[in-house]
């Protein structure tokens, strides 16, 4: 079974700049996670979706940072315009539902981005 | 955002040796999670926790939900050089949403 999916894998942009990253859930996963990993910290979540709808966005800063799942498989993330306490990575995960109890949620490699 | 408080913060050990980690927080959880991630890698499932009390193995690894339902921990036995990595807790209340400890940094001595 395929894993988690993300690209780009590394990420190097000036501060003001723009930048997407894209995720693609492990098949048949309903739940999609992005997680925010500063360095020498745990990762903590940004957005979940499930299918194509948001479920919980609280701790996303929705002044620069977007994300969309339109068809309910694939996501992207996208950080307009970025600042230099963006630099982090970025983790993509997915769980098979929601709703009933506690699901495995399986993480991607992640996108490290440096904010220059 | 809140974090849980994982110790230690980093360890060295001779290979052979057993480790343990705690993590412990001001808020109760459903669920308790412990998690490695290895360099340039996001994290791996290593053992749930579900039920307060429940002491749950895989291999060498131990790992317990607390009584309070506040805290865990996860020894590792007879460590070898591939024991090496971070290793993080996480709580979660029913679904989605996991809060992660700082980590823990392994590294062991050949």
């Known amino acids: 079974e395929a894993g988690v999916a993300q690209s780009p894998r590394y990420k190097i942009i000036e501060k003001r700049q723009s930048v997407a990253f894209w995720c693609n859930p492990i098949?048949?996963?309903?739940?999609l996670y992005w997680y925010q990993q500063i360095l020498g910290q745990g990762p903590k979540l940004l957005i979940q979706?499930?299918?194509?709808?948001?479920?919980?966005d609280s701790q996303l800063p929705k002044d620069r940072f977007s994300a969309e799942r339109l068809k309910g498989v694939d996501s992207t993330l996208k950080i307009q315009p970025a600042k230099l306490e963006d630099s982090a990575v970025y983790l993509c995960?997915?769980?098979?539902?929601f709703g009933r109890g506690p699901e495995t949620q399986y993480f991607g490699p992640g996108t490290r981005l440096l904010v220059l | 955002g809140q974090q849980l408080n994982q110790s230690p913060q980093s360890m060295f050990i001779q290979e052979g040796e057993d480790v343990s980690m705690n993590c412990t927080s001001s808020?109760?959880?459903?669920?308790w999670l412990w998690y490695k991630q290895d360099p340039g890698e996001g994290p791996v499932l290593l053992i749930a926790?579900?039920?307060?009390?429940e002491l749950t193995s895989n291999g060498r690894l131990t790992a317990q939900f607390g009584i309070t339902r506040k805290d865990s921990f996860l020894n590792i036995s007879a460590s070898i050089p591939s024991d090496v990595g971070i290793y993080f807790c996480?709580?979660?209340?029913?679904?989605?949403?996991?809060?992660f400890g700082k980590g823990t940094k392994l590294s062991v001595k050949p």
């Open positions: 995960a997915s769980s098979l539902v």
């Open positions: 996480a709580g979660q209340w029913s679904q989605g949403n996991l809060i």
């Open positions: 926790l579900y039920k307060a009390g």
């Open positions: 098949s048949g996963h309903a739940t």
């Open positions: 808020s109760i959880f459903n669920t």
């Open positions: 979706f499930q299918n194509n709808g948001v479920v919980d």
